[in-house]
């Protein structure tokens, strides 16, 4: 049985909530949602179990959009703007530290991993999961580890540091495999499905989220050694502690309350909608 992290102690408890903006003036990422009495919610359509569309609803939806939620609700309280207005934009890998950046997108919940480079352009929130880098291959493929990879198409997802890792690992370790980049996760698992690619190199907790939605799971199996940890965190933009406080503040209290078992487990421990 495979084993996702959460981050519960490890992260979220080890700090108190910082102070929330009540008295002070509103600045920043605040004082825009205050003015226009609207926030936009970055999310993927294709992040599952993190952050997808479902056929049904033709919503957003996952696990890393239900904490975005519950941060749009402490905004609410703390602004007094019981009918604050959701708009949600859609971000890919590439797309994402931009939008956040240039005020197009004023949270990103998704499945973006926290790393020195990119906490030079945003901030980040207290981290929500723990993923490690492993590839999903087809049961009878005979691919257990990388060193099986030698002279096969290995397909990861465009724009992401398991992109980087993968080229750099490929040159480093002299494993000669073929390196494909697709333009998002469920396009690379399409390409390993249609075997254009013998595996596909991804943090764990998408991969299993991709191998659900195959017809038959148990064809396909998450091998090879951990490679690229990485921590999830929620994306705001940089020089704004205010909102940032907010942000933390919110998923602080879902440790705290242990709200956040219940919504791990909509998610990663029974059935999930699937994917439009």
């Known amino acids: 049985m495979h084993k996702i992290t959460l981050l519960g102690c490890t992260l979220g408890l080890l700090f108190s909530a910082m102070s929330q903006a009540n008295e002070a003036p509103l600045q920043g990422t605040l004082a825009k949602i205050a003015n226009s009495a609207s926030i936009t919610l970055g999310y993927r359509d294709a992040s599952v179990p993190f952050s997808y569309v479902g056929d049904n609803s033709g919503k957003p939806m996952g696990y890393s959009v239900e904490l975005a939620s519950k941060v749009v609700e402490r905004i609410q309280q703390q602004l007094h703007l019981p009918n604050l207005k959701v708009k949600y934009n859609l971000v890919t890998s590439q797309t994402r530290i931009p939008l956040v950046q240039n005020g197009t997108v004023d949270l990103e919940c998704g499945s973006t991993g926290v790393t020195a480079e990119r906490q030079k352009q945003v901030a980040f929130s207290y981290g929500f999961i723990y993923v490690k ?144």
Request: aromatic fraction near 10%; glycine fraction near 8%; proline fraction near 3%.
């Open 133 to 276: 880098g492993q590839l999903l291959t087809a049961k009878d493929s005979g691919i257990k580890s990388f060193a099986d990879l030698r002279g096969k198409n290995v397909v990861t997802t465009a724009g992401t540091t398991n992109e980087r890792f993968l080229k750099s690992y490929n040159v480093e370790h002299k494993i000669d495999m073929f390196v494909i980049s697709a333009k998002d996760h469920g396009e690379a698992f399409q390409m390993l499905q249609s075997g254009r690619a013998a595996a596909f190199y991804m943090d764990d907790a998408l991969l299993y989220g991709e191998r659900a939605k195959a017809r038959d799971p148990h064809n396909w199996v998450v091998v090879g050694e951990e490679q690229s940890r990485e921590i999830y965190s929620c994306m705001v933009r940089k020089d704004d502690p205010q909102f940032l406080a907010l942000v933390n503040g919110a998923l602080a209290d879902l440790y705290r309350s242990g709200e956040i078992n219940g919504i791990y487990q909509r998610w990663f421990q029974q059935p999930i909608p699937p994917r439009a």
